[in-house]
């Protein structure tokens, strides 16, 4: 053939290999049906250059991988209409089980269930009925934030209404979703004394409430495409704030008071009055934190959402800085990474100053009873000695004021936990299985611990467990932004396993496997 060349590649098909390294196929998941044409990816990971490998699922939803090199793989299925799916992963994650691939060897067949996306769209008006564009419309869902130790929202998308007021979110999963809306406007004018006024309140959310907690939840099914409407609700008048210093507070003469909103976006100064007295006004509804200047530290924070706050007492909080040296520590350890938990609240509080001797100082401490917690694959705090007297854990008592020596016992035997989780079927689980675990002793306003992955067979090890008690769950689908919550932790209960650990211990233990309908049902249980 003149002027051509033709290549020809040959392939070696080695004897005992695979047909298909990797197969399996492609469902809806509310019908069952074959879903022809999905695209399944398998991606390698740890190979940032390595190109994934597509397939296309066929008329019975059939896919097959017939050669891949060896390595570790994530699996992808995506279609338009459906959402985005990562085998063994929830809905909406990026997260899901490694596959691993020998290169000759067939892996199980997996199955991809697929869930048609949904959408919400809607409009947004003012408080006469009139569209409004360019408003600032949010979607929210609930997570648990450990900061406050309690539900709370989560910014999940933003979207500026056009000039018909109109807003649309989506492809969405299904679930529970929060909307809220605010007109973009800096200042509507001046009041009476020449002071800018702000042009709308705090943002409205869906069910015409001011706060994320009386919100309307909107419950969005497979494939559904829900519209609703929000009517920004008009700002009655500016919150007022009165407050005084606690008596025997000293301050400047320039001493100031400022109030700054939760999301820090706004924030307003007064002058603190020769008696201590402080008056604010014309403040938008909502939640502040109080910060005073050029006197003595005070923090504190104030709900002005339903109305105005008259007489509050502003007192400092007494704090104390904390040396604790450590006998025995790890000797790479610098600076030592301790953390001060409040035992009523959970909050860490106090920063970690670490010493070239080893030390190390916790600054800003309240008057209160705190757990002091450190674990490393170095060891664990085992007790501290405190003005030379020693107790049996590690809980440091500031109500009564600092102590004068603190030291910290350290000890490098921790333990170890292994394991299986066992399922009521023999089908292999359709999600990632995640064992995570809480301290039964430490736990209050959250459920501590951590979690780690269990393998496709349903093993899994815990290693370097500092000695204590411990209660174990084996959640299928598990969503780390959900956990936290102590009611949460005690409607799975029953299918929990306590394990205690001395100095090490080497357990094996059997979990149950908690599926994702019972996790998703424990959610609903306590309000999710």
């Not at 409430?209 to 609703?228: C, D, H, Y």
Request: proline fraction near 5%; hydrophobic fraction near 40%.
């Amino acid at each position: 053939m003149k002027g051509r060349m033709v290549l020809l590649a040959a392939v070696t098909v080695h004897a005992g290999m695979a047909a298909c390294l990797m197969s399996g196929k492609v469902v809806d998941v509310e019908t069952g049906k074959p879903l022809a044409g999905t695209r399944v990816v398998a991606d390698p990971l740890g190979r940032p250059f390595k190109p994934a490998i597509i397939r296309l699922a066929d008329l019975q939803g059939a896919f097959c991988f017939e050669r891949l090199q060896a390595g570790v793989y994530k699996l992808i299925a995506q279609r338009a209409a459906y959402m985005p799916l990562v085998y063994g992963g929830r809905l909406g994650t990026t997260e899901g089980m490694e596959l691993n691939v020998d290169g000759v060897t067939e892996t199980p067949a997996v199955t991809f269930k697929m869930t048609r996306s949904g959408s919400l769209a809607g409009t947004v008006t003012d408080s006469s009925g009139e569209l409004l564009e360019n408003a600032q419309v949010v979607l929210w869902h609930r997570i648990w934030d450990s900061a406050e130790h309690r539900w709370n929202s989560d910014w999940i998308s933003q979207f500026d209404s056009d000039d018909r007021g109109a807003f649309h979110f989506g492809p969405l999963a299904p679930g529970v979703y929060y909307v809220s809306a605010e007109e973009r406007q800096e200042s509507a004018g001046l009041d009476e004394k020449g002071t800018p006024t702000p042009g709308s309140g705090p943002p409205t959310y869906f069910g015409s409430s001011f706060k994320f907690e009386r919100a309307t939840p909107i419950t969005l099914q497979p494939g559904e495409n829900a519209s609703v409407m929000i009517a920004i609700s008009p700002r009655t008048g500016g919150r007022s704030l009165t407050a005084r210093l606690a008596p025997g507070v000293e301050h400047e003469d320039q001493a100031t008071l400022e109030a700054r909103d939760d999301k820090n976006s706004r924030r307003v100064s007064a002058a603190i009055g020769k008696d201590g007295s402080i008056s604010m006004h014309n403040l938008i509804p909502g939640k502040y934190s109080l910060h005073t200047f050029a006197t003595a530290s005070i923090e504190m924070d104030v709900d002005l959402t339903d109305g105005d706050v008259d007489g509050l007492v502003l007192t400092p909080a007494r704090s104390f800085d904390v040396r604790i040296s450590v006998i025995d520590g790890p000797k790479n350890a610098t600076p030592f990474p301790v953390r001060a938990r409040e035992m009523a609240t959970g909050d860490v509080r106090g920063s970690n100053m670490g010493k070239a001797d080893g030390s190390f100082v916790l600054r800003g401490l309240k008057a209160s009873e705190y757990w002091l917690d450190w674990r490393g694959k170095e060891g664990y705090l085992k007790s501290l000695i405190i003005d030379g007297r020693a107790r049996p854990d590690t809980v440091l008592e500031l109500r009564s004021g600092a102590p004068g020596l603190v030291q910290a016992v350290f000890s490098p035997n921790l333990a170890q936990v292994s394991g299986h989780v066992e399922r009521a079927e023999a089908a292999p689980a359709a999600l990632a299985t995640t064992v995570v675990w809480m301290d039964e002793e430490h736990s209050r306003a959250e459920a501590l611990g951590d979690s780690v992955k269990a393998d496709q067979a349903g093993q899994f090890q815990l290693e370097k467990m500092p000695p204590g008690k411990y209660r174990l769950f084996a959640i299928e689908g598990f969503d780390e932004d959900m956990w936290g919550s102590p009611e949460l932790a005690a409607a799975l209960r029953e299918k929990s396993v306590v394990v205690e650990l001395r100095e090490g211990d080497e357990k094996q233990v059997t979990i149950l496997l908690i599926s994702t309908e019972e996790w998703d049902k424990a959610l609903r249980k306590v309000g999710m």
